[in-house]
């Protein structure tokens, strides 16, 4: 696969075909906001749901496809956390995702 979506920052082929299975499975869409990728011109980027700084791993079963903005606004939460953060934060999140 040589779209723009995974050719510009996955060099190892690993990573490579978990983005494609990543992006495939989520519909070309982040996982958090739904914008598509290739609709709003953003560049995917790999999340861990469970921090590998917090124990989390590098198995499939652990990755999402995110845009940078919703990887930026995860932070080092995991998938809980993230969920409780934006029941408090909705307004916020939608403003800095979408835009006033």
């Not at 690993?14 to 609709?39: H, I, P, S, T």
């Not at 499939?60 to 939460?77: D, F, M, V, W």
């Amino acid at each position: 696969m040589t779209d723009k979506g995974t050719d510009h920052f996955i060099h190892n082929p690993l990573r490579r075909k978990y983005m494609d299975r990543l992006l495939a499975v989520q519909d070309g869409r982040c996982f958090w906001c739904e914008r598509n990728f290739k609709q709003h011109d953003l560049y995917p980027q790999i999340d861990h749901r469970r921090p590998r700084r917090r124990g989390g791993s590098n198995r499939y079963e652990n990755l999402r496809a995110l845009c940078k903005t919703c990887n930026s606004q995860k932070q080092s939460r995991t998938e809980a956390e993230h969920i409780m953060w934006m029941s408090r934060n909705t307004e916020k999140f939608y403003r800095v995702v979408f835009g006033d």
